[in-house]
């Protein structure tokens, strides 16, 4: 019990001094990702239907932050953001790219160094299973990959839908519903906690960077019927949802968060799918907080239990039904909103943070918190403090964006939107949650516009030339 309080208050100390550590005093790193994974988490109470004991475990045992929103709204320049330290707005990576084309993507990304790679040129050992950039691990950042990197399986036909059914759909997409395959070992997300499991009951020799990234719940929405049946259909709740809900939003919003090979959910109310949508999305969360557990519980009974700091994330949110869509690809702050859940070794307090955060203060986080020199090109804000006291004053914003000069910007109260050609939205998540109000136009509101549009980035890089969906000119058409 001494040896690990003085290891807990070095990490205090150094944490708040911002003085190094050496490299025998260093803690661990286990790194939990979560694919699509929206706010629905029972310790976030965002769905009744919520059933993820071992993420609210987690957040038990460490600072849940209840309003943490990505950079981007769909994987690929989530993930980039994340790594690199960059926003999207510096870097240009608007969209999906190649996990080997992240350091050719623009003039400032070639000479930023990744996550993983920092952790390695201070000693520690990078492992990695899954999804962690958008490829996995496709450029061999990490020491050690394990793969698993997949999206199936998948039946032989589509049970629900595939845009292909339709022919005033554009695009594709693998949404799709239902139970299967028949076994939980038959998902990559079982060998991806059998990874992380083995390599906590591995000796290791220096600090390490372990990294798990779960595939579910990213479509399509199949698991085994167990946990299906943890959901019973009967027993649904549906998201809000407004038929007139954009009447109020700018053209371009509309345009810009359009996704037409997607299912709406007047569709899903037609063909009587919504609920079952909704449960599928569910029973996934459920499979996948599972397979977390696997990997808390290998790490509570593993020697390393005392000295690792656990980082849970989501790259972003994910609407289903509300906006009429069922998606992620949007500003608004449904496909935005994550679970971030920081918990430090022997310091397993449970507490909730409301400030503004996002998943670019990751990387400085994890410095500071590891007795690492800082990297100044990072470009977000370590919460270190916030870990200290949630309650403590914090002037940030967080930035979302998606394609270049859109942009989005939250604080604790307020989310304002503005659009390439000027145009903006506005809503008070106090009062207005499901963002069903839009402000921009209140004259009354103009001055907190004004304010508030002083945090939008100063830099709107031009979109990477490796950008692949959505494409350049996708964005540049909107």
Same mark, same amino acid.
């Given at each position: 019990?001494?040896?690990?309080?003085?290891?807990?208050?070095?990490?205090?100390?150094?944490?708040?001094?911002?003085?190094?550590?050496?490299?025998?005093?260093?803690?661990?790193?286990?790194?939990?990702?979560?694919?699509?994974?929206?706010?629905?988490?029972?310790?976030?109470?965002?769905?009744?239907?919520?059933?993820?004991?071992?993420?609210?475990?987690?957040?038990?045992?460490?600072?849940?932050?209840?309003?943490?929103?990505?950079?981007?709204?769909?994987?690929?320049?989530?993930?980039?953001?994340?790594?690199?330290?960059?926003?999207?707005?510096?870097?240009?990576?608007?969209?999906?790219?190649?996990?080997?084309?992240?350091?050719?993507?623009?003039?400032?990304?070639?000479?930023?160094?990744?996550?993983?790679?920092?952790?390695?040129?201070?000693?520690?050992?990078?492992?990695?299973?899954?999804?962690?950039?958008?490829?996995?691990?496709?450029?061999?950042?990490?020491?050690?990959?394990?793969?698993?990197?997949?999206?199936?399986?998948?039946?032989?036909?589509?049970?629900?839908?595939?845009?292909?059914?339709?022919?005033?759909?554009?695009?594709?997409?693998?949404?799709?519903?239902?139970?299967?395959?028949?076994?939980?070992?038959?998902?990559?997300?079982?060998?991806?906690?059998?990874?992380?499991?083995?390599?906590?009951?591995?000796?290791?020799?220096?600090?390490?960077?372990?990294?798990?990234?779960?595939?579910?719940?990213?479509?399509?929405?199949?698991?085994?019927?167990?946990?299906?049946?943890?959901?019973?259909?009967?027993?649904?709740?549906?998201?809000?949802?407004?038929?007139?809900?954009?009447?109020?939003?700018?053209?371009?919003?509309?345009?810009?968060?359009?996704?037409?090979?997607?299912?709406?959910?007047?569709?899903?109310?037609?063909?009587?799918?919504?609920?079952?949508?909704?449960?599928?999305?569910?029973?996934?969360?459920?499979?996948?907080?599972?397979?977390?557990?696997?990997?808390?519980?290998?790490?509570?009974?593993?020697?390393?239990?005392?000295?690792?700091?656990?980082?849970?994330?989501?790259?972003?949110?994910?609407?289903?039904?509300?906006?009429?869509?069922?998606?992620?690809?949007?500003?608004?702050?449904?496909?935005?909103?994550?679970?971030?859940?920081?918990?430090?070794?022997?310091?397993?307090?449970?507490?909730?943070?409301?400030?503004?955060? *996002?998943?670019?203060? %990751? #990387?400085?986080?994890?410095?500071?918190?590891?007795?690492?020199? !800082?990297? &100044? /090109?990072?470009?977000? @804000?370590?919460?270190?403090?916030?870990?200290?006291?949630?309650?403590?004053?914090?002037?940030?914003?967080?930035?979302?964006?998606?394609?270049?000069?859109?942009?989005?910007?939250?604080?604790?109260?307020?989310?304002?939107?503005?659009?390439?050609? *000027?145009?903006?939205? %506005? #809503?008070?998540?106090?009062?207005?949650?499901?963002?069903?109000? !839009?402000? &921009? /136009?209140?004259?009354? @509101?103009?001055?907190?516009?004004?304010?508030?549009?002083?945090?939008?980035?100063?830099?709107?890089?031009?979109?990477?030339?490796?950008?692949?969906?959505?494409?350049?000119?996708?964005?540049?058409?909107?």
């Amino acid at each position: 019990m001494f040896i690990r309080w003085i290891l807990t208050a070095l990490l205090c100390l150094s944490a708040i001094s911002g003085l190094p550590l050496r490299a025998a005093e260093r803690p661990n790193v286990l790194m939990i990702a979560i694919d699509d994974l929206n706010d629905w988490v029972g310790c976030l109470r965002r769905h009744p239907g919520a059933i993820t004991p071992n993420i609210d475990r987690l957040a038990s045992e460490g600072t849940l932050f209840s309003n943490a929103h990505c950079q981007a709204p769909i994987c690929g320049p989530s993930r980039a953001s994340l790594f690199t330290g960059l926003l999207p707005s510096t870097s240009g990576i608007y969209a999906q790219i190649s996990d080997k084309q992240i350091p050719k993507a623009s003039e400032i990304t070639g000479r930023v160094t990744l996550l993983p790679d920092y952790f390695e040129q201070q000693g520690y050992k990078t492992l990695a299973c899954g999804k962690l950039f958008h490829q996995g691990d496709a450029a061999g950042v990490f020491d050690d990959y394990g793969g698993h990197a997949s999206f199936g399986p998948k039946p032989a036909k589509r049970f629900h839908y595939d845009p292909a059914w339709f022919p005033e759909k554009i695009g594709s997409t693998q949404t799709d519903w239902g139970a299967f395959p028949e076994r939980d070992d038959q998902m990559p997300d079982f060998q991806i906690a059998s990874y992380g499991v083995r390599q906590l009951q591995e000796k290791h020799d220096q600090p390490f960077f372990l990294a798990v990234g779960f595939m579910r719940p990213h479509v399509p929405w199949h698991c085994p019927q167990k946990w299906f049946d943890m959901h019973p259909l009967d027993e649904i709740s549906l998201p809000p949802y407004r038929e007139d809900d954009l009447a109020d939003v700018p053209e371009i919003s509309r345009r810009v968060n359009e996704l037409p090979a997607m299912p709406t959910t007047q569709w899903a109310i037609e063909q009587d799918q919504w609920k079952r949508i909704v449960q599928s999305y569910l029973a996934c969360t459920t499979f996948v907080d599972a397979q977390v557990g696997k990997v808390l519980d290998a790490l509570r009974e593993s020697e390393y239990a005392d000295n690792t700091i656990v980082v849970l994330w989501s790259d972003h949110g994910y609407h289903l039904g509300e906006k009429n869509r069922f998606a992620k690809q949007a500003l608004w702050d449904r496909a935005n909103r994550v679970p971030l859940i920081i918990s430090l070794p022997d310091a397993r307090v449970a507490t909730v943070c409301d400030r503004p955060v *996002g998943l670019i203060d %990751l #990387y400085p986080t994890l410095l500071q918190l590891c007795g690492l020199p !800082n990297n &100044a /090109d990072n470009e977000g @804000h370590s919460l270190v403090p916030l870990l200290r006291d949630p309650a403590a004053e914090w002037d940030h914003v967080t930035i979302t964006t998606y394609g270049q000069n859109n942009h989005a910007i939250q604080t604790q109260r307020y989310r304002l939107y503005r659009y390439e050609d *000027g145009s903006k939205e %506005l #809503y008070d998540h106090r009062t207005d949650p499901n963002e069903w109000n !839009n402000l &921009a /136009d209140d004259p009354s @509101h103009t001055e907190l516009i004004d304010k508030l549009s002083d945090g939008f980035p100063q830099r709107n890089a031009r979109a990477s030339r490796f950008n692949k969906y959505p494409t350049n000119e996708y964005f540049l058409a909107k």
